[in-house]
């Protein structure tokens, strides 16, 4: 697992701009946030960060009573604690409506195990709305996914009225992690900055659940239409052509 950089004082304008705060060149107004639970968070982070439209996205823990969780205390169910996605997007580039719609297809929301308690909790499939719009989008969305299915969807959709709290670094953008000269590449010097990249959260998105050619078109015309340093550049390219070799 890729281990965070020693932290110094360095001026963000030494930074390429798509690797720095991405947020902060989307006016405010547009900035939008929603909250998912879907099974573990390792794979839905991943899966909304292929999202067009999506900014940035962290693993933390919400819905429970403990003050500052851990991984460790979440895992043995005893603060009602479920691992979830927190997801910055830009509502110009994509809806609530189609963050919900693609919410089920990224993990099963039919799955049964999700309705256990105790030392199951902290998977569970849900949706934690910040406002009646969204309460009200996020069911409607539930309705139109029921009407497709055989089988019951057990997600719930619930109010977001606890803190959601950061998960610890090794599970923030998981897959990219195990690219260690990617990560490298991109400078970041602590888990605050990690979860800020918009292009952590690209990358972190296309190197899992993707076919070999998908991943390979998408760092491509990633690195053609994007700001990135030579380092990541060449961290990239080599990860595409191991993906050739293999293919």
């Not at 090794?170 to 590449?185: D, F, G, N, P």
């Amino acid at each position: 697992m890729y281990k965070l950089l020693p932290k110094t004082h360095t001026d963000s304008s030494e930074f390429p701009a798509s690797e720095s705060k991405s947020s902060t060149t989307i006016p405010l107004e547009f900035l939008c946030e929603a909250v998912f639970a879907g099974d573990g968070f390792w794979g839905l982070e991943a899966a909304f960060g292929r999202v067009d439209g999506v900014v940035k996205t962290a693993t933390g823990y919400c819905g429970g009573t403990l003050k500052k969780p851990s991984y460790k205390e979440v895992c043995e169910g005893r603060t009602g604690h479920t691992e979830a996605v927190k997801v910055m997007y830009d509502n110009r580039k994509i809806s609530y409506k189609s963050l919900c719609d693609g919410f089920w297809e990224a993990h099963d929301p039919t799955n049964k195990e999700f309705l256990n308690f105790g030392l199951s909790t902290h998977h569970r499939s849900a949706i934690f709305y910040m406002n009646e719009e969204q309460r009200k989008q996020a069911q409607e969305s539930k309705i139109r996914k029921q009407m497709k299915l055989n089988r019951r969807i057990v997600t719930q959709i619930i109010a977001l009225d606890s803190e959601f709290f950061m998960g610890e670094n090794q599970h923030q953008k998981y897959y990219l992690q195990k690219s260690y000269r990617v990560c490298e590449s991109l400078s970041l010097r602590s888990t605050e900055q990690f979860v800020e990249s918009n292009i952590a959260c690209k990358l972190n998105g296309w190197i899992l659940g993707m076919e070999v050619r998908g991943i390979i078109d998408e760092l491509t015309m990633f690195l053609e239409s994007h700001k990135v340093s030579d380092q990541t550049k060449l961290a990239c390219g080599e990860i595409i052509e191991d993906l050739r070799r293999n293919d």
